[in-house]
């Protein structure tokens, strides 16, 4: 795992844009995997705001989870989080990107349908995520199993809260649907990105304890190409 630290948000959200314009450039048919929250807002703007009209004219987004119960509409579900200021102004058709859909009746099938859309294009190329103060990458909570791909998750309290502020109104949250820690591993490249000083502390764990299914993101040292890019504010090495 390279650890690289950026004086603040700005710059670290410029390096990560330039990341994936590079990639898409050098492989137009890039199949990138995003996650939603705060943290990768910052790229997405400048991913657009740099992009020239072709780069993503071939490119395929997977919107890494999904809170179990939320309409895919409601502007805080990860689906908003990525479709407004991402695949929205990028252009992206619907044909080359897969959402999950939290309200699927069936969640097991929609999990082994995103499975099958992955897989189908030959796996990630990227996979860009964040990281919460537990450690989770998408909704994989700690105990998840390396082994997994798209599963079901049932969310720690720590999540239930934090997730609280993506929408106006409190709101039950319960499970999620995500991607795997197995989807994690096999992506060609792996991006854990974080930043201010909420994040510190758990970046300090990533960076000083072992490998273990207690604390999902240890997942990137086992990651052959996995890159943990922070700002000053949550570096956790002096
Ligand atoms: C969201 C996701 C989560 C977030 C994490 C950090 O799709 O996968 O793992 O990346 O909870 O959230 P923010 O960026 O809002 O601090």
């Known amino acids: 795992m390279q650890y690289q630290v950026f004086t603040d948000y700005d710059a670290l959200s410029e390096h990560a844009a330039q990341f994936m314009l590079e990639l898409v450039r050098q492989k137009p048919t890039a199949v990138i995997c995003v996650a939603s929250g705060d943290t990768p807002l910052g790229t997405f703007q400048k991913v657009v705001a740099n992009a020239l009209p072709n780069d993503f004219a071939e490119a395929t987004f997977v919107a890494l989870d999904e809170w179990v119960g939320i309409d895919p509409q ?22 080359r990107v897969c959402f999950f859909d939290g309200m699927a009746t069936n969640l097991a099938e929609e999990c082994a349908r995103v499975n099958e859309f992955v897989a189908r294009r030959g796996g990630l190329d990227l996979i860009f995520v964040g990281i919460g103060t537990n450690g989770h990458i998408g909704l994989n909570e700690p105990g998840s199993s390396f082994e997994n791909y798209a599963h079901i998750s049932d969310l720690q309290d720590v999540t239930i809260a934090g997730g ?28 854990v990105i974080a930043n201010g000083p909420r994040k510190k502390g758990i970046i300090g764990r990533v960076l000083n304890e072992p490998i273990n299914t207690a604390l999902p993101a240890s997942v990137l040292h086992q990651h052959p190409n996995g ?10 090495k002096n």
Request: a negative charge; proline letters at 8%; charged letters at 20%.
């Open 74 to 95: 409601n502007p805080g579900s990860c689906r908003s989080y990525v479709e407004k200021p991402l695949i929205e102004p990028l252009k992206i058709p619907a044909e």
């Open 164 to 191: 609280q502020k993506y929408f106006q109104d409190a709101t039950p949250l319960t499970q999620g649907v995500t991607l795997g820690l197995r989807h994690f591993l096999e992506a060609k490249t792996a991006i």
């Open 227 to 236: 890159y943990l890019w922070v700002d000053e504010a949550a570096n956790a």
